[in-house]
């Protein structure tokens, strides 16, 4: 995983299978990272690149889920996801909450 800030924009890009045990070490980092850009922008928008996620858990949903619910609908999207990390946000129902492109 690694992050680019631009603007106001954060980038997230992640990597391989995001599953429980990957995103319960993940989230110690993406807390500290994410919170620290949130805190010194006045408007700040979170994109999470999953061009190179070929899996997602639940526990990545719940991630996704708690960053959207801090950075407001309109300041959060999730940008390409393959066909099969599609589907299960599909089946999750984020699509029709969340940007999801």
Not at 1 to 23: A, I, Q
Request: a negative charge.
């Amino acid at each position: 995983m690694n992050f680019t800030e631009c603007n106001n924009t954060l980038r997230c890009v992640f990597s391989g299978k995001l599953d429980t045990l990957t995103c319960s070490n993940l989230e110690d980092i993406l807390n500290k990272q994410i919170n620290g850009f949130l805190k010194k922008q006045d408007t700040a928008c979170l994109v999470f690149d999953l061009s190179e996620v070929d899996y997602i858990s639940s526990a990545f949903l719940r991630l996704c889920l708690c960053y959207f619910k801090s950075a407001g609908k309109n300041n959060f999207r999730i940008e390409h996801p393959k066909p099969d990390v599609w589907e299960v946000f599909q089946i999750s129902g984020f699509t029709d909450i969340m940007n999801i492109t």
